[in-house]
């Protein structure tokens, strides 16, 4: 560690919006703490109130104020702190420190940039030299050209031939961003484009490629560990904000999942970032052929998942990399024994769903594409990919119960609501396979992996399953539990109920299968369930809650009845 550090400056994320505040205020409160536990004095500009954060006792200092160059300086300059954290805060953070840099005033206050340095940071951002970076070390990059005018955009399209997709640089949520099939679409979006940033890149589309990320560390010794592989349900062309993430990846072979582990491994030590970064590739589901999509200098809403995915605190670990630390320095701060120069093995499976508000808005486009409007996201974990999705797919808060046995959603043209993706899209697959689409038939309009949809149809095909039992409703209707046990024990039944449990339907979905809400009201039934489950003995095994109950003895009710 650098002791003639004593205080450090962090950009936080500045105002509530889109993609932005809100995510990253994971990151910043573990850089805070991770610096107070090194005895250094933070100062935290952040005008977002309403974050973790901003509240006291985290910071020894705030300023409620625009992370802007102009009034960063202003705090430097009353402030005089030794270095400077620029990757907690998101974009904004980000863009705002490479403006302090250029302007001289972090060299006219003495001002130590931690951590990745500023000039990796612009290799990064600035989509032309990023390519160039990559060409270096011989990574393949999506087929682009960097333009600063429309015209410029109009010959790179007519050169690469559409479709195409644009970028714009320093942008978070992919603002700007999107596909152009025409001269006309392309005109209106590098008019987008141009209103967010400088520079615009025009890309080769790879629509219907699969979206990959990892979550990679580096220390200024060059040790490096990748973390965290991601992957989206949804394919390259619906921004990564967008879609349900899976995590590690589950459609990838042994070859290229470690491909292009060794990729990201050699593209951070290239650039020379120190702290954490994120990768995202387009791989070509019919070969091992990818491209780089994006490197992110920085901690991104990918990292705060990732981090509560794996139990492996990035920020926290990459702001003591920022002061000079190891990974063989330093010990994971979750676990307490691990080694933070350690990759987590995962034996479950985690699903993020974004969740959308879109419905407040009159007029708005509910179709998704390649900028962000989801305004946040719930991470659910399971021992199955079904079991987490269904999970999460409770928790998004638009009164879902699961992937099945919902309110009825009216769908005038289930192809067009297929290839068009929406916010509802997951919710029309499930319709789809209801109805009889074939996996197939799913996967050509789509573009969604062929592992997933199957995945999808085990849950419809164990509802269907349980429809079958519908006259135990009726049966339950003029008997007591106790004389139902008989019926309820036989083979069929309890063991159809057991991989109904492991596969993530809730007790209510169970009864609403099999018809008990005909019979009595929604929260009886589902504790009806659940008293048939506790009778035949359908709980998880008294193991498991008892070694967490050893772990966790504060917990120890809490432990008992979340499982029963």
């Known amino acids: 560690m650098d002791k003639k550090i004593q205080k450090v400056l962090i950009l936080g994320s500045g105002a509530l919006k889109i993609g932005q505040a809100g995510e990253f205020d994971y990151s910043g409160s573990q850089a805070l703490k991770a610096l107070k536990e090194e005895g250094i004095k933070t100062v935290l500009i952040n005008p977002n109130i309403a974050t973790v954060q901003t509240s006291e006792g985290i910071a020894d200092k705030v300023y409620f104020q625009p992370v802007t160059p102009t009034f960063v300086e202003r705090v430097i300059e009353k402030e005089r702190p030794d270095g400077i954290l620029l990757s907690f805060g998101g974009q904004t953070a980000l863009n705002c420190g490479v403006d302090l840099y250029q302007r001289g005033i972090l060299e006219r206050y003495g001002v130590q940039v931690l951590g990745t340095p500023v000039q990796a940071i612009i290799n990064t951002e600035d989509r032309d030299r990023f390519v160039q970076r990559l060409d270096e070390i011989g990574v393949k990059t999506i087929k682009s050209q960097a333009c600063s005018t429309i015209e410029e955009v109009r010959e790179a399209a007519a050169s690469l031939g559409f479709p195409v997709i644009l970028r714009a640089a320093y942008a978070l949520g992919g603002l700007g961003s999107g596909f152009c099939d025409n001269e006309e679409e392309l005109t209106a979006q590098a008019e987008e484009a141009f209103s967010f940033s400088p520079q615009v890149l025009v890309e080769k589309s790879l629509r219907g490629w699969k979206e990959i990320e990892y979550e990679v560390v580096r220390d200024r010794f060059d040790n490096c560990i990748t973390v965290c592989n991601m992957e989206n349900l ?113 034996d479950y499976v985690v699903v993020k769903i974004p969740r959308w508000d879109l419905t407040k808005f009159h007029g708005v486009s509910r179709a998704l594409g390649s900028s962000m409007k989801s305004v946040g996201e719930v991470m659910a974990i399971g021992r199955t990919f079904e079991e987490a999705l269904q999970k999460g797919l409770r928790m998004i808060g638009q009164g879902m119960h699961g992937f099945v046995e919902n309110h009825e959603i009216k769908i005038t043209n289930i192809e067009q609501a297929l290839h068009e993706p929406t916010d509802m899209r997951i919710f029309v697959v499930s319709k789809a396979l209801k109805i009889g689409y074939t996996v197939e038939q799913i996967h050509q309009l789509t573009m969604i992996d062929r592992w997933f949809l199957e995945k999808l149809q085990h849950i419809i095909h164990i509802d269907q399953r349980l429809k079958e039992f519908r006259y135990l409703s009726e049966i339950a209707a003029f008997m007591e539990p106790l004389e139902l046990i008989e019926y309820l024990e036989a083979p069929e039944f309890f063991f159809l109920l057991r991989e109904a449990k492991i596969y993530g339907f809730s007790d209510f979905q169970i009864a609403r299968a099999i018809g008990l809400e005909d019979y009595m009201k929604m929260e009886q039934a589902g504790l009806t369930i659940r008293q048939w489950r506790k009778e035949l003995g359908i709980i998880p095994t008294v193991n498991q809650i008892d070694t967490l109950a050893a772990e966790y003895p504060a917990q120890t009710n809490y432990l008992y009845l979340s499982y029963l």
Do not use: M, W
């Open 234 to 346: 949804d394919p390259l062309g619906i921004h990564t904000g967008e879609s349900i993430v899976v995590a590690p990846s589950q459609t990838l072979t042994n070859a290229e999942y470690h491909k292009l582990r060794a990729l990201a491994i050699k593209i951070i030590r290239h650039i020379g970032i120190v702290g954490e970064c994120n990768v995202q590739y387009a791989l070509d589901p019919q070969s091992e052929d990818y491209r780089v999509i994006e490197v992110n200098a920085r901690l991104s809403r990918s990292s705060a998942l990732a981090s509560k995915a794996t139990g492996y605190p990035l920020a926290f670990v990459a702001a003591k990399l920022g002061l000079g630390y190891g990974l063989f320095d330093l010990k994971n701060s979750v676990t307490k024994t691990t080694s933070a120069f350690f990759e987590p093995a995962l």
